[in-house]
T-cell receptor
Framework: DQQVKQNSPSLSVQEGRISILNCDYT??????FLWYKKYPAEGPTFLIS?????DKNEDGRFTVFLNKSAKHLSLHIVPSQPGDSAVYFC????????????FGKGTKLTVNP | GAVVSQHPSWVICKSGTSVKIECRSL??????MFWYRQFPKQSLMLMAT?????????EQGVEKDKFLINHASLTLSTLTVTSAHPEDSSFYIC?????????FGEGSRLTVL
């Protein structure tokens, strides 16, 4: 049973446009969510997180939105840059982030120049 | 800069030998570290939680005797793949939590011939 789902395995956008990556979860105990970016043969790099007490968190070009009622979160990247091309993983945790992370399968983002 | 460091970044070994991978938290103490495995085009699979000064907690289906974890200090956890076989070839990644955020090491690519 997959508790964190990233239903789009890939996404392609034009440079300068907005990239929207989606993530759904099923476990209502999850209350802390993170997005990671990963290049091939490298460990994931932390991008941004959000606690369930918020519905939006912004950091530069990255904004994460959380819709608790829909058990859905999204990562917006604007403007998208070619260097953003990577695999993006959504992760969730319970107990305010102290529990282990559960990852989605990732979405491969390609930003075309 | 890096928050969590792994070594070696890649290793090739013969079948039947053992391989040790180190994970270090840089400039902070980590009582808990996590070991993941990533198969090609798949998500990160949590293998075990490494606890400083005590036994590791393994996820279901992960062989404890095959993947030995030692967390001897607050900044170092090691994963030893014992009697490695070609099916153990994979990308192993460790992580540690600092101030609520989980940071990952660079990953270690293991190839067993």
């Amino acid at each position: 049973d997959q508790q964190v789902k990233q239903n789009s395995p890939s996404l392609s956008v034009q440079e300068g446009r907005i990239s929207i990556l989606n993530c759904d979860y099923t476990n209502s105990m999850f209350d802390y969510f993170l997005w990671y970016k990963k290049y091939p043969a490298e460990g994931p790099t932390f991008l941004i997180s959000i606690s369930s007490i918020k519905d939006k968190n912004e950091d530069g070009r990255f904004t994460v939105f959380l819709n608790k009622s829909a058990k859905h979160l999204s990562l917006h990247i604007v403007p998208s840059q070619p260097g953003d091309s990577a695999v993006y993983f959504c992760a969730a945790s319970a107990q305010g982030g102290s529990e282990k992370l559960v990852f989605g399968k990732g979405t491969k983002l390609t930003v075309n120049p | 800069g890096a928050v969590v460091s792994q070594h070696p970044s890649w290793v090739i070994c013969k079948s039947g030998t053992s391989v040790k991978i180190e994970c270090r938290s840089l400039d902070f103490q980590a009582t808990t570290m996590f070991w993941y495995r990533q198969f090609p085009k798949q998500s990160l699979m949590l293998m075990a939680t490494s606890n400083e000064g005590s036994k590791a907690t393994y996820e279901q289906g992960v062989e404890k005797d095959k993947f030995l974890i030692n967390h001897a200090s607050l900044t170092l956890s090691t994963l030893t793949v014992t009697s490695a076989h070609p099916e153990d070839s994979s990308f192993y990644i460790c992580s540690a939590r600092r101030q609520g955020v989980v940071f990952f090491g660079e990953g270690s690519r293991l190839t067993v011939l």
